[in-house]
C-alpha cells in the first residue's frame, strides 16, 4: 500500500465511521491499515490505552531480561560528528540520531509483548515488538491534541527531576519539538496552544527507572474532520520529536547519516473507534533479523550536545518497561 492509498484509506474508513487500526514505517513505505474485524491476532497484537485485541486469559507473563551485546561508541560518535557538524552549519537546530544494537533476548517477541507495560503496544508477525511511552496525536470532540516527549534522565539520580528540568541543552531541545509540533498542527487546525508544557512522568523498567518530560498541545478541527483523518495523520508524519527541525532538511541529514531505513521504528501506530483516534510514536522498538535482535534507540543532537552524553542516554534506553 502507497502513502496515498492509505491516505485515502483512511479518509474512507473515517467518513464510513469504522474503526480501524494502523501503523505507518518513517519512511512512508509500507503503511498498514486494518478493520478491527479483520485483525487476526496469531499475526497483531495490539494494546493502545487500553483498547486492546489480546487475550486477557493469558498466563502471567515470564518475566524478561536483555541485554546489550554490542559496542557501538565508534559508531555513534562518528555519526554524532556529521550531525553536530550539519548543525554547526545551520542545517538543523535538532535532529534526532538513532542507532541499532545488537541484543541478547532469551524470549520470544511476544513475550516481551506481554511483559511490557506501556500506553501503546505492538507486536507484529514475529518481526518487531514495541512499546512506546509516546502519544503522538490524539483526536477527540473535534480537537486534536499532541504530547511532544523530549529530555529523559536516570531516576535514580540524586533531585534527577530538578537536574532534567534545569539542563539548558534539555530545555532548548524541549522548546525546538514544542515549536515544531506547534507549527505542524497549525497546518490542520485552529487555535493551536501549549496546554501544559515540560512536565515529568515516571517510567518503570526492570534494570533502573527513568523520568521523561512532555508538553500538551491542543488545536480545533474543522467540523469535518473525521472524514479527513487520513490528511490530517500524513500531514503530520513523520513525528517532530523522532525527525527534528527543520524536518525536511532534517530528514535528509537522518538519512545521509544512519545509511539505512528506519522502517516502523519512529513510524506512528493508532487506532481509530469510529469517532476518535488515538496514536502513539513507535519508539522502545525490539526487531528480529535472521535469527538475531536489535533494540533501537537514540536522541535528539542540538549545539549544545556532547556526543558522549548522548550515547548514554541512547543505552538507558534500551530497556523492557515493567510494573
Not at 531516576?155 to 539542563?167: C, E, K, R, T, V
Not at 501549549?194 to 521523561?212: D, G, H, I, S, W
Not at 513525528?239 to 532538511?249: D, E, F, H, N
Not at 533501537?296 to 543532537?301: A, F, N, P
Amino acid at each position: 500500500m502507497g502513502i496515498q492509498e492509505f491516505r485515502d484509506r483512511l479518509n474512507q474508513l473515517g467518513r464510513e465511521a469504522t474503526p480501524f487500526i494502523f501503523f505507518v514505517d518513517f519512511e512512508f513505505k509500507k503503511p498498514v491499515v486494518f478493520c478491527l474485524d479483520e485483525i487476526d491476532a496469531g499475526e497483531i497484537l495490539f494494546d493502545f490505552n487500553g483498547v486492546t485485541n489480546q487475550d486477557q486469559k493469558k498466563d502471567e507473563p515470564t518475566p524478561v531480561t536483555i541485554s546489550l551485546e554490542s559496542d557501538l561508541r565508534e559508531e555513534y560518535q562518528r555519526k554524532f560528528d556529521q550531525v553536530y557538524e550539519a548543525i554547526k552549519r545551520g542545517d538543523s537546530f535538532l535532529t534526532n540520531l538513532t542507532v541499532r544494537n545488537k541484543v541478547s533476548l532469551f524470549h520470544s517477541l511476544k513475550d516481551v509483548y506481554y511483559d511490557s507495560r506501556a500506553k501503546y503496544k505492538l507486536w507484529y508477525r514475529d518481526e518487531f515488538v514495541m512499546f512506546s511511552p509516546e502519544s503522538f496525536i490524539q483526536i477527540r470532540n473535534q480537537k486534536i491534541y499532541s504530547y511532544p516527549m523530549k529530555g529523559t534522565i536516570d531516576a535514580d539520580h540524586p533531585d534527577a527531576s530538578g537536574i532534567l528540568l534545569s539542563n539548558k541543552k534539555e530545555m532548548a531541545e524541549h522548546v525546538t519539538i514544542v515549536d515544531l509540533i506547534r507549527s505542524d498542527l497549525s497546518r490542520v487546525a485552529s487555535q493551536v496552544s501549549v496546554n501544559k508544557f515540560r512536565y515529568v512522568e515516571k517510567l518503570n523498567t526492570r534494570n533502573k527507572n527513568l523520568l521523561q518530560v512532555s508538553s500538551e498541545i491542543e488545536g480545533s478541527l474543522p467540523h469535518n474532520y473525521l472524514e479527513k483523518i487520513g490528511d490530517i495523520l500524513v500531514s503530520l508524519l513523520p513525528a517532530g520529536s523522532v525527525s527534528g527541525a527543520p524536518k525536511p532538511k532534517t530528514l535528509d541529514l537522518i538519512g545521509k547519516t544512519e545509511e539505512e531505513d528506519r522502517g516502523y521504528y519512529t513510524g506512528v501506530c493508532g487506532l481509530f473507534d469510529g469517532q476518535s483516534l488515538d496514536s502513539g510514536v513507535m519508539i522502545r522498538f525490539l526487531e528480529k533479523r535472521n535469527g538475531e535482535f536489535f533494540y533501537r534507540s537514540g536522541g535528539g543532537i542540538t549545539s549544545q550536545s556532547d556526543w558522549e552524553t548522548e550515547y548514554e542516554e541512547v543505552i538507558n534506553k534500551i530497556y523492557v518497561p515493567v510494573t
